[in-house]
């Protein structure tokens, strides 16, 4: 029997706890005992937990690479506006240098590949399997929307990295995406095209709302306002601009921007009233030295934030106004006394101080982690009814948001090119650090640019790099190479 690299993983949670050693197993998804996992719902339930869980655990035995929080910081410092200070630490410098995921063995290539099939894996598990669950139809429906919701996730975050840019208007999009398994196999499948992926995912997306309400007993979990979310996502990603606008609008009802108080909280606590969707960091279940804080925060007790902390790009961050909230963010004098870090920590020019942990040096890597904020989903309606020509809704829609931000924000009456680049502008600002701006990158066809900003040519390597280019593509594993004879490489 032919076995997939992509397929070999444990069914995660399905007969564990988050805090059990046998999450970091490698069984086949075929030894585990989905039948007792999903033979009722409050099994199913628990096996859903555990996919949760296995979004934020280590993978590849390595400490930096801690399931998707990881990817959101990698895809960061892969673009110009999140930076590694200096090269004392060597976490993410690969992914920095734009050398990670063109190379077909490192970790940081094989990990967005193992994590985003793993939740995919045992997404199909329990969408296979939950129908014939014994407990209430409410129950079943919310556990297979929350399984449709993750395969969805996973699959859009996969296309994204490891197929060509989506081009609407180049229907079909017939260059190659990735292997789409929709039923718990080890066999190894072809690259479906990248049009077939979106139409899969929209298609797990739609039934998934229909499914799911906006009742949950978690915030860490999906329901209706999460799927709307990753619908405007997929669709402004499409160029879909008039769908990205509507799921936007109504995935953020419910979600007020933060007060100005809250925005210098810490970005650390899921109980915020912006944050939609994000990972509930439980006291059982530390990672210590492998979470997001320990390497995002300014203010962890790690030799990662002590050495080399995150700074922004100097050119962004200038042109943020001083009665913006967001430019108490960082810090742009190193000897500033009101930045935070912790004991021994290197205070550098615009230094982050988004992301913080309660107490100076924080000795707890507890923070929650924001998968999806309200915020965003005001910049996608702003740019989508942008680009469809509607300049007053896009203005409106912004200053809804950055008015919140910034008492003296006055609504705009830009235009065109213009008010595009005031959105996209905001939109780097107030998304920094969590995960956007090599995909916006990528969906907006722009090239790489780092020049003429605070960074080192000893840090990045590498400054430059064509819209449309090879590089901004991930290279396939060569392990999934090498255990799939259907699968081809993408150009090197």
Same mark, same amino acid.
């Given at each position: 029997m032919k076995k997939r690299y992509l397929t070999l993983v444990l069914a995660l949670g399905l007969l564990t706890t988050a805090c059990e050693k046998e999450y970091l197993e490698t069984s086949p998804t075929g030894s585990i005992d989905a039948g007792a996992a999903y033979s009722t719902t409050k099994n199913a339930t628990a096996a859903i937990?555990?996919?949760?869980?296995?979004?934020?655990?280590?993978? *590849?035995?390595?400490?930096?690479?801690?399931?998707?929080?990881?990817?959101?910081?990698?895809?960061?410092?892969?673009?110009?506006?999140?930076?590694?200070?200096? /090269?004392?630490?060597?976490?993410?410098l690969p992914e920095t240098r734009w050398q990670a995921h063109r190379s077909e063995t490192a970790v940081g290539n094989q990990l967005p590949y193992e994590l985003y099939y793993r939740l995919i894996g045992n997404a199909n598990i329990a969408i296979a399997n939950i129908d014939n669950a014994a407990g209430a139809q409410s129950e079943k429906n919310q556990i297979k929307g929350e399984a449709l919701g993750l395969r969805a996730f996973s699959y859009f975050n996969l296309v994204q990295l490891f197929g060509k840019r989506y081009n609407a208007a180049a229907k079909p999009n017939s260059q190659l995406g990735v292997p789409l398994v929709l039923t718990p196999t080890t066999e190894g499948l072809t690259r479906a095209t990248?049009?077939?992926?979106?139409?899969?995912?929209?298609?797990?997306?739609?039934?998934?709302?229909?499914? *799911?309400?906006?009742?949950?007993?978690?915030?860490?979990?999906?329901?209706?306002?999460?799927?709307?979310?990753?619908?405007?996502? !997929?669709?402004?990603?499409?160029?879909?601009?008039?769908?990205?606008?509507?799921f936007a609008a109504e995935a953020r009802k419910g979600y007020a921007p933060m007060s100005v108080a809250q925005y210098q909280d810490g970005f650390s606590d899921i109980s915020n009233p912006e944050w939609i969707w994000g990972f509930d960091h439980l006291e059982d279940q530390s990672e210590f030295f492998g979470a997001f804080h320990s390497y995002i925060s300014c203010n962890y007790?790690?030799?990662?934030?002590?050495?080399?902390?995150?700074?922004?790009?100097?050119?962004?961050?200038?042109?943020?106004?001083?009665?913006?909230?967001?430019?108490?963010?960082?810090?742009k004098t190193p000897t500033a006394t009101n930045s935070v870090v912790p004991t021994g920590g290197v205070r550098v020019p615009y230094l982050n101080q988004k992301f913080r942990l309660p107490g100076t040096p924080s000795t707890s890597a507890m923070g929650d982690i924001p998968y999806m904020r309200s915020a965003e989903m005001y910049l996608i309606e702003a740019e989508a009814q942008a680009r469809l020509g509607n300049a007053t809704g896009a203005a409106?829609?912004?200053?809804?948001? !950055?008015?919140?931000?910034?008492?003296?924000?006055? *609504?705009? /009456?830009?235009?065109?090119?213009?008010?595009?680049?005031?959105?996209?502008?905001?939109?780097?600002?107030? *998304?920094?650090?969590?995960?956007?701006?090599?995909?916006?990158?990528?969906?907006?066809?722009?090239?790489?640019?780092?020049?003429?900003?605070?960074?080192?040519?000893?840090v990045v390597v590498l400054f430059d790099v064509p819209a449309g280019d090879n590089q901004w593509e991930f290279l396939i594993p060569r392990r999934e190479i090498n255990a799939n004879k259907a699968i081809v490489q993408n150009p090197l």
């Open positions: 937990n555990g996919i949760y869980r296995a979004m934020v655990v280590r993978y *590849l035995s390595s400490q930096g690479h801690f399931g998707h929080p990881a990817m959101m910081i990698i895809l960061d410092v892969m673009g110009e506006d999140v930076i590694i200070a200096n /090269t004392s630490n060597t976490w993410h990248v049009e077939d992926i979106y139409t899969q995912i929209n298609k797990d997306l739609v039934d998934a709302a229909a499914l *799911l309400t906006s009742t949950r007993s978690y915030k860490s979990h999906i329901n209706l306002e999460v799927i709307k979310g990753f619908q405007a996502r !997929v669709a402004l990603t499409q160029q879909n601009w008039a769908d990205a606008a509507k007790n790690s030799t990662n934030i002590r050495v080399d902390p995150k700074q922004i790009n100097s050119t962004l961050y200038d042109q943020i106004p001083a009665t913006d909230v967001r430019s108490k963010m960082w810090v409106s829609v912004l200053f809804d948001l !950055v008015s919140k931000r910034d008492p003296s924000y006055k *609504l705009s /009456t830009k235009t065109g090119t213009q008010l595009m680049d005031e959105i996209l502008f905001n939109r780097r600002i107030e *998304l920094w650090g969590e995960g956007f701006r090599f995909t916006d990158l990528k969906r907006m066809n722009l090239p790489l640019n780092r020049n003429g900003a605070n960074l080192s040519s000893a």
